[in-house]
């Protein structure tokens, strides 16, 4: 199954302290929410991923902010199961391959969309979405480009997801949302309900 399609919004968290990470990602599980990408933003990243993969099976967890050849390998070591990155170097694309794991490569213009296409890629990243055009953008690019499909990242919000999930070339969107606060597990569950139900608002 493809990445898009195992949740109408993966959750992007930025993990400072490892011991929010497993009840967070139990507490999204509980919500419906079966993904969670793993931000390379923090020195407690890699050992949240390993956590994560170790210890809540029932989640994909993902390292997302790959932007060194270095993150992809590490990743891979940590338990990582798919790779994000914000936008799409020859280095990082090629590391990032050569894991095996899936990738979503960034892209927020058509020049770099048509240039991963011609690569192989029909499932990308747009980043960042709101700041490149958000849904005016998608929906202009959907008739030359109608074979690509994408999870648009950076400034959504739980009231502006459901104008993306409408478009027929968004398959989810990634949201910081959800775990605003690590820490509070009971909210976190929460919004993953939400957030899971919102493909059949859309």
């Known amino acids: 199954m493809s990445l898009l399609d195992l949740s109408p919004v993966v959750p992007v968290v ?4 490892v011991a929010h990470a497993v009840p967070l990602a139990q507490a999204l599980l509980r919500g419906g929410v079966g993904i969670v990408e793993v931000t390379l933003r923090t020195p407690a990243a890699l050992d949240a991923i390993r956590a994560i993969a170790a210890e809540v099976p029932g989640t994909v967890v993902g390292a997302g902010t790959v932007t060194a050849p270095e993150h992809a390998k590490a990743a891979l070591e940590a338990g990582a199961r798919f790779l994000v990155t914000p936008g799409s170097t020859d280095l990082v694309l ?5 894991t095996g794991l899936p990738l979503l490569p960034g892209a927020a213009t058509v020049s770099e969309a048509m240039r991963l296409a011609e690569r192989g890629y029909t499932e990308l990243k747009f980043f960042p979405a709101e ?72």
């Not at 090629?94 to 050569?98: I, M």
């Open 14 to 17: 930025v993990v400072e302290d």
């Open 94 to 98: 090629g590391a990032a391959e050569d």
């Open 131 to 202: 700041a490149a055009g958000g849904v005016p953008y998608l929906k202009s690019i959907a008739g030359p480009l109608p074979q690509l499909r994408f999870c648009p990242t950076g400034g959504i919000s739980a009231a502006t997801a459901p104008d993306y999930l409408a478009l027929a070339t968004v398959g989810c969107v990634g949201g910081s949302w959800l775990t605003a606060d690590p820490a509070d597990t009971a909210r976190i569950e929460e919004q993953a309900r939400l957030a899971a139900a919102l493909r059949a608002d859309a």
